[in-house]
């Protein structure tokens, strides 16, 4: 299943995100975002995925989707059969947009929230028709990362969510569908705890957010970009694996090791902490250089994973194999119709030689 018009409601970090892997999928999006500077961010994180789709797509691109900003919601998304919002996380925001987007959008058009932490079945309490909401849930730079935790609401149609996994699935995305509903999800409930614990270790002066960081970086986050967590450990334990792991490590659980479920108080003493420790470790890039940066690394990484298992790839890299081909399909489509076009429009050989007589 296909998109053949998408609008986007909100266009920030991760609308634009949407917007851009839209559109580079050959797909024309509808956007609006009443912030005055939105067309600017928007055209500068296009950008930047261009920049980033000229390295992966070495089989070649489809035809770019054209950009329109509306004036209004209602404009957007009509006529779309795909709509996703990216609106600020607060609820009455969500609740008004989405009456908004309801009121106006095709009466079967797929209708996906981007929320970081907000139930489905909660934003969905005022709607007419809930059955076609749900969650869909990316990680930032969307047009980069494939992975879309998608988490129906009480009310979503079974035929809904399947739709929905056929339709992120056709512009590249690794789709998780949750089927039980808590907030945050997965990812975020993952994250959530190690930002915690990050933030004491912080606090408490045990290291400084560039030492932090490079724990991460240098150690357990290259073996989590390529197995996870629990894949990761089996191998820690041994021949015997899991089990083995489990029985070794499965006590620890009970040492007061870390502060998960205390917060550090968040005032303006730690907020100045980080943000000076921040600055002095990356204030020498401007952000729209460090988002070039990740997503060069970002390739790299998934490059090298689609190397693995003799050329079908391993995780994220056996993803990226089937989309850099969809994409060069695509790519070929555009130069066949292309072609065909500028044949039409060529005077026959006959008719160019009367022509010449005449």
């Known amino acids: 299943m296909t998109i053949s018009k998408a609008a986007c409601i909100g266009g920030g970090v991760i609308g634009g995100g949407w917007i851009a892997r839209l559109a580079l999928n050959g797909i024309d999006v509808s956007v609006y975002d009443p912030h005055p500077e939105a067309s600017r961010k928007v055209d500068e994180v296009m950008a930047n995925a261009r920049r980033?789709?000229?390295?992966?797509?070495?089989?070649?691109?489809?035809?770019?989707?054209?950009?329109?900003?509306?004036?209004?919601?209602?404009?957007?998304?009509?006529?779309?059969?795909?709509?996703?919002?990216?609106?600020?996380?607060?609820?009455d925001v969500k609740l008004k947009t989405l009456a908004e987007i309801e009121a106006a959008a095709p009466a079967d058009a797929l209708i996906g929230s981007s929320t970081s932490g907000f139930k489905a079945t909660d934003m969905a309490r005022d709607m007419a028709h809930p059955e076609r909401f749900l969650v869909a849930h990316p990680f930032n730079p969307v047009y980069l990362l494939p992975i879309n935790e998608i988490v129906p609401g009480e009310k979503t149609s079974k035929a809904f969510v399947e739709r929905a996994r056929a339709v992120y699935t056709s512009i590249g995305m690794k789709c998780v569908v949750i089927n039980k509903e808590i907030d945050a999800f997965v990812g975020n409930r993952l994250l959530e705890a190690a930002w915690r614990e990050a933030l004491w270790l912080i606090k408490d002066g045990i290291c400084t957010v560039e030492e932090l960081d490079d724990i991460m970086r240098y150690g357990f986050g290259l073996r989590w970009a390529q197995m996870g967590m629990f894949q990761t450990y089996r191998i820690a334990g041994g021949e015997a694996g899991m089990r083995h792991f489990m029985a070794q490590f499965g006590p620890a659980l009970a040492w007061p090791w870390t502060k998960l479920m205390d917060v550090p108080e968040f005032n303006d003493e730690l907020v100045d902490m980080v943000a000076t420790q921040s600055d002095a470790q990356?204030?020498?890039?401007?952000?729209?250089?460090?988002?070039?940066?990740?997503?060069?690394?970002?390739?790299?990484?998934?490059?090298?994973?689609?190397?693995?298992?003799?050329?079908?790839?391993?995780g994220a890299g056996e993803l990226h194999n089937a989309y850099v081909k969809r994409l060069g399909k695509a790519a070929s489509k555009k130069v066949s119709k292309a072609a065909e076009k500028a044949k039409a429009g060529k005077p026959k050989k006959a008719e160019s030689a009367k022509a010449k007589k005449k």
């Open 52 to 91: 980033a789709y000229a390295r992966m797509a070495v089989k070649g691109l489809p035809k770019e989707g054209k950009v329109r900003f509306a004036g209004s919601i209602a404009e957007a998304v009509k006529g779309a059969d795909f709509i996703q919002e990216s609106v600020p996380e607060r609820l």
């Open 282 to 314: 990356s204030g020498q890039w401007s952000i729209r250089e460090l988002e070039r940066i990740r997503d060069e690394n970002l390739i790299g990484i998934m490059e090298a994973l689609a190397k693995a298992e003799k050329g079908k790839g391993w």
